[in-house]
């Protein structure tokens, strides 16, 4: 699955004359799916089409083919054949001229580009769906008012796009230990019967962890060797792999920042889920 960006960017690449986009949209089996006026300007067009492709990812031409996925892998190829890259860190890292952040986007979304074959390849397994999961993050975290935690998502955020890899790096850990700590000051609040919790400050990752194991529905489950009382649980990993030299460990490569990237919202989402069930 593709993010917005993506397919807004993809849109954005098709043919800028009424004749050849309709002939894109006949080509792709899209002529008889979306609904344009014959009046219709080329960015209404557009606009229409990156609408349609948004809502309806994983629909299949009458070949029984991803039409989405066709059109992604279609436009990279025109892409690399017809505008020049520059690289940000490593020859691996492509940048289009018109559409700076196409290529971060992919990344995120688990593609990569193959340049010598000139192609689109997928990193992760489509069941990941990293933009999806984002999504949901962002609505849970907004559902329990979880601001400061929200605030450290969005500055991460932009700094992968601005490829600042070391200040996301940073941003990665502050937002991963501010949504520790209000969880479990919110867990805290709600359980003030609990004994085994009263006494605990959750001012920071360690301290707060303890709550959520700790609570009388944990969010880190033992019995998974989420946490460990020696720090050799699962979560804790997580936790000291994101900072093993402090915040800013170097300059890191785009792989080494969506690597964390993706690990942060893959497991950071796993555990707002259960905490929105338990509480």
């Not at 990812?57 to 520059?86: A, F, P, W």
């Amino acid at each position: 699955m593709f993010s917005k960006q993506v397919i807004t960017d993809i849109v954005m690449s098709m043919p800028e004359d009424h004749a050849s986009l309709d002939m894109y949209l006949l080509k792709y089996d899209l002529d008889d799916k979306i609904v344009l006026a014959p009046a219709d300007s080329i960015k209404k067009k557009k606009v229409a089409i990156a609408k349609f492709l948004v809502q309806n990812q994983g629909i299949r031409d009458n070949y029984k083919n991803d039409i989405v996925t066709l059109i992604v892998e279609d436009r990279i190829s025109y892409l690399l054949s017809n505008y020049s890259c520059y690289n940000f860190y490593s020859t691996e890292s492509i940048c289009f001229d018109k559409y700076p952040n196409l290529y971060k986007y992919l990344r995120f979304d688990g593609y990569d580009i193959d340049i010598e074959n000139n192609k689109l390849i997928r990193k992760l397994p489509e069941d990941f769906e990293i933009s999806n999961k984002e999504d949901s993050i962002i609505d849970i975290l907004n559902i329990y008012g979880f601001a400061t935690t929200k605030g450290h998502y969005e500055q991460a955020k932009g700094s992968y796009l601005g490829a600042n890899y070391a200040a996301l790096n940073s941003q990665l850990r502050t937002y991963t230990e501010s949504l520790f700590v209000e969880m479990a000051q919110f867990i805290k609040n709600k359980e003030t019967s609990n004994s085994n919790i009263a006494s605990i400050v959750p001012a920071n990752t360690p301290t707060a962890m303890q709550v959520l194991v700790k609570c009388f529905k944990p969010i880190l489950d033992i019995n998974l060797n989420e946490w460990t009382g020696d720090n050799k649980g699962y979560i804790q990993g997580l936790w000291n792999r994101l900072h093993p030299q402090g915040c800013h460990p170097g300059l890191p490569s785009i792989d080494e920042a969506i690597f964390r990237f993706q690990l942060v919202i893959l497991n950071t989402h796993n555990l707002l889920c259960r905490f929105q069930s338990f509480y």
